[in-house]
Every structure is written in structure tokens, then in C-alpha cells.
């Protein structure tokens, strides 16, 4: 049983581009939620989905959006990144009915 | 939203100790999860104890969760067990989760 995959592991993007970070939940799960740490720090809430809506959000800019498609994967979208954008971004799946969640490996993002 | 405060923030351990790591919580939670966060940065579930004291191996935690605390233990600790131990807390109906900053444990042989 596979479980929570996030792609890639590693990026390098320069400011002001964009991003978009994958994530495949652990089978079975149909609720994803992304999650920023910075080096140093916890990790921070950005969004939850499910049913491919966005079901609550932490605070974080607009530039951060995401999407859930019908197979219940998800992605992340950072425009006009910046150097504080750098961090490792988490994923995490879970039942929505059951509250234990499932993290991935992370994607660390560095922006030069 | 709710706080969530871990105790100590570094510890050194000998190896074949004892240690007991603390999260405390500012609120009433539905959900409490116990992680070590590996050195690549991934989180590792440990418990899922919203309330009561589970064991796993060397491992065992307990959540008091009138009292807004939860314990973890680790006995006879090994280098192995070196790394981060973080806590998170759930409220709400969401899986929105907020996370300690971490206990920070080193063992040494």
C-alpha cells in the first residue's frame, strides 16, 4: 500500500516564477491538506481539500493555490515566488471521517 | 486558533535512558498526533491519541485531554531514536492540524 508520494522532492525556481507541487494521498484517502515549514519552525497550515473544493485555508497569500482533481491527487501553485517562499512543502492525506493524517516525504523549494 | 507548546526544546539523552517529551494545548482537541520528523524532513506517525495512553514497543503516550496535555515516553532510548519529535493538535471539523515546535532529541552512545 503506497503510501502519501509528493513530487518533486527537490526544485530550484528563481523569483518570480511559478511553481506547482504534486501530491498522490495514501490510497483510500480522499481529504488533502498542504503544509509550509520553514527551516527552523513547524509546520505551518496552507489549505485543505476535499471533494476537489478548497475546504479552509491558513494564512497565506493569494499566490498560493491548489487544486484537487477526481482521482483525489492535488496540487500546489505558488506564483510570483519569492526568496521567503523557500521552504519544504508537506503533504498530508486523510480520511475525512477519520482524523489520523498521513504525511509525505515533502518537496524542499528553494528560491534564488 | 489554538496554541501548541512542546517541552523541553533540546534534549540529550544517554543511551539506554529514559525521557518524557510534553505537548501542551490551549484548547479542547479532537485530534492529537505524535511525529518524528526524520533529518529529510519527513514526518513519521507515531500515535494517534486524542485521549487515553497507547504503547508501541519503547514507545507510549498519553493524552489527558481535560487537562490540555499529552506525554510521550520513550524508554531504554537508542542513537536511533535521535531526531525530532513533534506533536499536533486538531480542532474543528477540518483537518486543519497545528504543530508544535518540535523536541529536538539527541542520543548519544
Known amino acids: 500500500d503506497a503510501g502519501v508520494t509528493q513530487s518533486p522532492t527537490h526544485l530550484i525556481k528563481t523569483r518570480g516564477q511559478q511553481v506547482t507541487l504534486r501530491c498522490s494521498p495514501k490510497?483510500?484517502?480522499?481529504?488533502v491538506s498542504w503544509y509550509q515549514q520553514a527551516l527552523g519552525q513547524g509546520p505551518q497550515f496552507i489549505f485543505q481539500y476535499y471533494e476537489e473544493e478548497e475546504r479552509q485555508r491558513g494564512n497565506f497569500p493569494d499566490r498560493f493555490s491548489g487544486h484537487q482533481f477526481p482521482n483525489y491527487s492535488s496540487e500546489l501553485n505558488v506564483n510570483a515566488l519569492l526568496l521567503g517562499d523557500s521552504a519544504l512543502y508537506l503533504c498530508a492525506s486523510s480520511l475525512r471521517q477519520s482524523t489520523e493524517a498521513f504525511f509525505g516525504q515533502g518537496t524542499r523549494l528553494t528560491v534564488v | 486558533g489554538i496554541q501548541v507548546e512542546q517541552s523541553p526544546p533540546d534534549l540529550i539523552l544517554q543511551e539506554g535512558a529514559n525521557s518524557t517529551l510534553r505537548c501542551n494545548f490551549s484548547?479542547?482537541?479532537?485530534?492529537l498526533q505524535w511525529f518524528h520528523q526524520n533529518p529529510w524532513g519527513q514526518l513519521i506517525n507515531l500515535f494517534y491519541?486524542?485521549?487515553g495512553t497507547k504503547q508501541n514497543g519503547r514507545l507510549s503516550a498519553t493524552t489527558v485531554a481535560t487537562e490540555r496535555y499529552s506525554l510521550l515516553y520513550i524508554s531504554s532510548s537508542q542513537t536511533t531514536d535521535s531526531g525530532v519529535y513533534v506533536c499536533a493538535a486538531r480542532t474543528g471539523g477540518y483537518q486543519k492540524v497545528t504543530f508544535g515546535t518540535g523536541t529536538k532529541l539527541q542520543v548519544i552512545p
Open positions: 484548547d479542547s482537541v479532537n485530534n
Open positions: 491519541i486524542p485521549s
Open positions: 490510497s483510500g484517502h480522499d481529504t
